[in-house]
């Protein structure tokens, strides 16, 4: 096991447990990579439980009971309590005003995006992928923080490391779908040498903005960084089916 995980903090969310987990610092090993927070994959039980300890303690929140949901690329956002830790629906995003209680997401070029409310000490966690950003995903999670007592002036969001412009190609019915579904977003296509990117974490921060003020891009890409990227493991023939975690707590 390496000494500490590979990590990435947030400037915007100084002073509340937080963190966007690398691949490094656990107990998997092969094509996890290590530090595997998910149990989708050949990883045994007792290793990602494990992985997920060391993050937790990495953050000083060991104590907390750490929560993640069923992501399917939904707009769904559960309000998770010390009551309620386990839920029968597929959702993407999960809030709470509960000590005790971390939130994760888990992610592989999807964008992880950790929200704080320090006014009224509510946070979320919501894992947006293109899909999810599109449907309103990130317009769920800041509703249930809402309904949970926090306001949007209040509320700051960082988007973590996830896929950017430059190693994300796409089709011209992807581009469609967008343009159909979400008038604004024309911006976040760029054409290069024949080839379509689009800005995932542009235009997830811009999804963001269009209901909070507070939000920031970590400036990482998963293609190139120390972190589980999909698109990267299936380019490079290097398959790898693990998932880095992104985690916050109550202060």
């Given at each position: ?35 595997n ?23 000083g ?41 971390a ?10 995006v ?41 509320i ?33 296509f ?62």
């Amino acid at each position: 096991m390496n000494a500490s995980p590979s990590l990435v903090r947030s400037e915007l969310l100084l002073g509340v447990p937080h963190g966007f987990f690398g691949m490094f610092g656990g107990v998997s090993f092969g094509r996890l990579c290590l530090l595997n927070g998910s149990l989708q994959n050949e990883d045994s039980k007792a290793n990602v439980a494990e992985n997920r300890q060391i993050a937790l303690r990495y953050l000083g929140i060991e104590n907390h009971r750490l929560l993640f949901v069923d992501q399917q690329h939904t707009s769904t956002t559960i309000i998770a309590s010390r009551a309620r830790t386990t839920f029968d629906t597929p959702a993407d995003a999960i809030v709470t005003k509960e000590r005790g209680v971390a939130l994760g997401v888990l992610t592989a070029d999807c964008a992880p995006v950790l929200l704080y409310d320090g006014d009224n000490q509510i946070i979320g966690a919501a894992h947006a992928g293109w899909k999810g950003a599109l449907y309103g995903i990130l317009e769920s999670v800041v509703s249930a923080m809402e309904s949970i007592g926090s306001h949007p002036h209040s509320i700051k969001a960082s988007v973590g490391p996830t896929i950017t412009k430059n190693n994300y190609f796409v089709k011209e019915d992807f581009v469609e779908l967008f343009l159909q579904n979400d008038s604004e977003s024309e911006k976040y296509f760029s054409e290069i040498g024949g080839n379509t990117k689009f800005d995932l974490p542009g235009y997830v921060a811009g999804r963001l903005r269009r209901v909070i003020e507070s939000v920031e891009f970590v400036e990482v890409d998963t293609f190139s960084g120390e972190f589980f990227s999909h698109r990267r493991a299936m380019q490079k023939d290097q398959f790898s089916d693990g998932r880095s975690m992104s985690i916050i707590a109550l202060p």
